[in-house]
């Protein structure tokens, strides 16, 4: 892989050979030839993605991975995630009340 400098100075992984490459370069020509659509989805994505790693990060103690290996750092993180969706899932629950109650006339 090789080594490549964005405009903001920080250097940024490149990729070269990868079974996704068409994928990827579809993208691109994608976001580079239509700029609203490129905007669209980026306003998509900070209002969809961000928050949730965000919350992972600040709420969940997802700033560090105590773990070793990949398969274990993998669990780590579907787990983090899986108490996200519950947590957001047990909010949105309607409950209904057990019982039932009349008016008398009296």
Do not use: C, W
Not at 71 to 85: R, T, W
């Amino acid at each position: 892989m090789g080594r490549q400098q964005n405009l903001t100075g920080l250097a940024n992984q490149k990729i070269d050979d990868s079974i996704h490459k068409e994928y990827y370069d579809r993208m691109h020509e994608k976001l580079t030839q239509n700029k609203p659509y490129a905007k669209q989805m980026v306003r998509i994505r900070s209002k969809t993605v961000e928050p949730v790693i965000g919350t992972l990060v600040n709420f969940m103690n997802m700033k560090r991975v105590n773990t070793r290996g990949i398969k274990s750092s993998n669990k780590h993180v579907l787990m983090a995630s899986l108490v996200y969706n519950l947590q957001k899932y047990l909010r949105f629950i309607v409950k209904k009340p057990s019982i039932l109650a009349q008016a008398i006339a009296l």
